[in-house]
């Protein structure tokens, strides 16, 4: 059973402070991995995706992978208010067939 | 904007009666699939679809089906609908499948189905 474990919050950070998400997966052999953001009733919109070990930036985002731990991360710097939703990992193992973490929520509070 | 679009958007079904969702991949994506996602949850993987053929399951039952046509637009059935069931229906959509790894993963907006 390949498993994605995320702590399922709430995460709660002040304006302006950063938030780390964190994710750990069990399947060594998984390939990338994925950040998506969700807000309430709406569907997950892709942050960003890391392949290799060490960090990659995106604005204000950025992932963190560490396949000997299993473990991938997102940072969120300066975090806003429109930032509070849940975040989910998701990691393919092949295919571009994902499994899903059930997700953390943040909120960031003015 | 992902291009990726799904419909309808919201439908209320009756327990035991059948369903059809559908989804039109991204322009230049090959590779469809179908999550479920209850309420608190993550998505769970259904199956996926590339180059017309189902290409990978999760652990859903056979009423759960699929096609894929040559444009790639793709559609997901249930059969017998039970009332858990009821979730948030999405589609994603990228390139490659089977040994690829595709670079992105772009999910619709999704179909809200209620079985009552």
């Known amino acids: 059973q390949k498993e994605v474990e995320q702590n399922s919050g709430p995460l709660s950070v002040p304006e302006g402070a950063i938030a780390s998400l964190n994710c750990t997966y069990s399947?060594?052999?998984?390939?990338?991995f994925f950040w998506y953001r969700q807000y309430s009733g709406k569907s997950p919109e892709l942050i960003m995706f890391i392949y290799s070990n060490g960090d990659k930036e995106d604005g204000r985002f950025t992932a963190q992978l560490n396949k000997a731990s299993q473990y991938v991360s997102l940072l969120i710097r300066d975090s806003q208010p429109s930032d509070s939703a849940t975040y989910l990992c998701a990691v393919n193992n092949a295919g571009n067939m994902l499994t899903f973490g059930g997700g953390t929520r943040l909120m960031v509070k003015p | 904007e992902t291009g990726v679009t799904q419909s309808p958007t919201h439908l209320i079904k009756t327990r035991g009666q059948q369903v059809t969702l559908r989804c039109s991949s991204q322009s230049g994506h090959n590779t469809v699939s179908w999550y479920q996602q209850a309420l608190g949850q993550g998505p769970q993987f259904i199956f996926q679809y590339y180059r017309e053929e189902e290409n990978g399951r999760g652990n859903f039952p056979p009423r759960f089906s699929g096609l894929q046509f040559p444009n790639y637009s793709s559609e997901l059935n249930v059969n017998a609908l039970e009332l858990d069931d009821s979730a948030l229906y999405l589609c994603a959509s990228s390139r490659g499948g089977g040994t690829e790894t595709g670079n992105t993963i772009y999910f619709g907006e999704g179909s809200w189905l209620t079985v009552v």
């Open positions: 399947d060594r052999g998984s390939q990338s």
